[in-house]
């Protein structure tokens, strides 16, 4: 199993940038695709971006594509997202997400453990 902790959220202004930090324990990190997703109120969670195990491929959203980039520091166990030009529909709770296999994929049901998600607030 493989445990993960997302932090750097918070509150920022439309045009703001913030940069997300999600730390995994537990199996081989370096070993595994992983992925953001979020989910804003009333709606249901969605696809924000996704890497493979290398960091040499990577898939987003359109909705974020040219705004955010995900990447991984495998020495660290740690997946990024950063955000910039956020607007205020970026509003949503963001989960860091890990697929026990190294095949990419944008499909929620794909990934097998979910971190608690951080609050990323933009305001208009």
């Known amino acids: 199993q493989v445990q993960l902790v997302e932090s750097g959220g918070g509150l920022v202004q439309a045009g703001g940038s913030l940069r997300l930090s999600c730390a995994a324990s537990?199996?081989?990190?370096?070993?595994?695709?992983m992925g953001w997703f979020r989910q804003a109120p009333g709606k249901e969670r969605e696809f924000v971006a996704t890497?493979?195990?290398?960091?040499?491929?990577?898939y987003y959203a359109d909705s974020v594509k040219g705004r955010f980039t995900i990447s991984r520091d495998n020495a660290k166990n740690t997946l990024y997202l950063q955000m910039n030009s956020l607007k205020p529909e970026d509003t949503a709770v963001y989960y860091c997400?890990?697929?026990?296999?190294?095949?990419?994929?944008?499909?929620?049901?794909?990934?097998?453990?979910w971190g608690q998600g951080t609050q990323v607030t933009v305001s208009s």
């Open positions: 997400a890990v697929r026990l296999t190294w095949v990419v994929s944008t499909t929620l049901s794909d990934f097998d453990s």
């Open positions: 890497i493979s195990r290398s960091g040499g491929s990577t």
């Open positions: 537990g199996r081989t990190f370096s070993s595994y695709a």
